[in-house]
């Protein structure tokens, strides 16, 4: 099945500096990777997402990469700030056409105001 | 509202005591997702139903864990003779889309379980 290796598990950072999360997969079939975010005692929201046939993909602070052929992809927030503090989840389907997602290990991210 | 119901938001159970976990997804969503996030870990996938049809269940630990959706909407997870293994918070998510139509998934503020 597909494994999603997810790094750093804590990130800390100032206001104002950029983020970034880094993440790997093993299924070569994946084709859709999205990024949620989770306050405490919250569900996780989705923030953004690309699909395969796209390698880069931005809204206002959030960026999104995709390397297909290396199987990784990473999370960039720029100009961060404190209600960016979250943590922080990446996933990929388990294969083409698939519906569920296999989700990373979490990327705990602080913003020191 | 419009988002993703469940409820109880917290639960405590006695080792071997049956629970019943209630979702209410978002109205019209096809999909529905039922997800395991234990402590500091990523949500990881218990079963899918695309109306009332299960097509994937192959998340699910155990035959002690069972999910149904009879009428395609309000969706429940059971567990039964709980153990301790089986706290975490169990996160439903619904979605417009289809299984062959991956698509953004709307997670709700989950239960809480805890087993003692």
């Known amino acids: 099945g597909e494994n999603v290796e997810q790094h750093p598990s804590t990130l800390s950072v100032q206001e104002g500096d950029s983020a970034v999360i880094k993440c790997t997969y093993s299924?070569?079939?994946?084709?859709?990777f999205p990024w949620y975010k989770q306050e405490l005692g919250k569900g996780p929201q989705l923030i953004i997402d690309i699909r395969s046939n796209v390698g880069e993909k931005k809204d206002q602070r959030i960026a999104v990469t995709l390397n297909k052929t290396a199987k990784h992809f990473s999370l960039h927030i720029t100009e961060t700030q404190p209600e960016d503090s979250a943590v922080y989840f990446c996933a990929a389907t388990k294969g083409t056409g698939a519906n569920n997602l296999f989700f990373g290990t979490g990327t705990r991210l602080t913003v020191i105001p | 509202g419009a988002g993703v119901s469940q409820s109880p938001r917290y639960k405590v159970a006695k080792r071997g005591q049956d629970v019943a976990l209630r979702c209410d997804p978002i109205s019209g969503h096809v999909s529905l997702f039922w997800y395991q996030q234990a402590l500091g870990q990523g949500p990881e996938f218990l079963t899918y139903?695309?109306?009332?049809?299960?097509?994937?269940k192959s998340g699910l630990p155990s035959d002690r864990f069972f999910a149904e959706r009879p009428e395609g909407s309000v969706s429940t997870l059971k567990i039964q003779r709980t153990q301790q293994e089986d706290s975490a918070v169990y996160l439903c998510a619904s979605s417009p889309g289809t299984q062959r139509n991956t698509g953004e998934l709307f997670f709700g503020e989950g239960s809480r379980l805890t087993v003692l």
């Open positions: 299924d070569s079939a994946s084709n859709y």
């Open positions: 139903f695309q109306n009332e049809a299960q097509l994937d």
